[in-house]
């Protein structure tokens, strides 16, 4: 039983170039998110996928999509990225009803230079 | 909307001293879920301690502690007996009771704690 696992942990892009950082979990949980940490901000929501098929945005979802493949991964895409994309980036993941709590990866350090 | 706010951004404690850490929030629900976690200096994000907001009673895990006051929007979290292992970024976070977007946590900003030997 892994959790939820990320790839790559860490990630260097220039400016205007893509990339897909990728998540998943082993839990048989409902509901997944994308969430970006930055210095003196604590985690700001990206998007989320509250089921299999769905998906909406968060707080902070300019510049991103996301794809919820099946149950178990769901993928955040910087299309074109830009410096002030530069953070940690958390997947996670919870079984979406009651007070459970949510399971986190252990993130993608990102730098776009 | 929901917000939460921690207003210490660091604090510091003595090995095997207790320190509380604070947190309030503001939110118009009668029925949610507060959180603490925990991220050391590997990023890893751990849960600390979850508090039902229908329970009256504080909970409590080990050497960590909440003060609950439903009235006053406060979640205070007390560690006891602190170790060289508890320094690290403390979230509090709220939760609105429910599924969909209402599972949607909110995090304040952190403070970090640091253990002094």
């Known amino acids: 039983n892994a959790g939820v696992t990320q790839t790559p942990k860490f990630q260097v892009l220039k400016t205007g170039q893509s990339m897909t950082l990728q998540c998943a979990q082993d839990?048989?949980?409902?509901?997944m998110y994308w969430y970006r940490q930055d210095p003196g901000m604590g985690l700001r929501l990206i998007y989320y996928?509250?089921?299999?098929?769905?998906?909406d945005k968060g707080e902070v979802p300019n510049g991103y999509n996301v794809s919820r493949l099946n149950k178990r991964e769901f993928s955040l895409r910087l299309e074109s990225a830009a410096p002030s994309q530069t953070s940690v980036y958390f997947c996670?993941?919870?079984?979406?009803?009651?007070?459970?709590?949510?399971?986190f990866g252990p993130g993608t350090r990102l730098t776009v230079t | 909307a929901q917000t939460v706010t921690q207003s210490q951004p660091e604090m510091s404690v003595q090995e095997a001293e207790t320190v509380t850490l604070s947190c309030t929030y503001d939110t118009s629900e009668s029925d949610y879920y507060l959180f603490w976690y925990k991220q050391p200096p590997s990023r890893q994000m751990i849960l600390v301690i979850r508090q039902e907001a229908y329970k009256q009673q504080n909970a409590t895990e080990n050497r960590f502690s909440v003060n609950f006051q439903k009235a006053a929007k406060s979640f205070s979290l007390k560690i006891s007996d602190s170790q060289l292992g508890d320094a690290a970024m403390y979230f509090c976070a709220y939760r609105r009771r429910g599924g969909g977007s209402q599972g949607n946590l909110i995090f304040g900003k952190g403070t970090k704690l640091s253990v002094k030997p």
């Open positions: 996670a993941s919870t079984f979406g009803r009651m007070g459970y709590e949510q399971y």
């Open positions: 839990m048989n949980h409902n509901s």
């Open positions: 996928s509250a089921s299999e098929g769905t998906t």
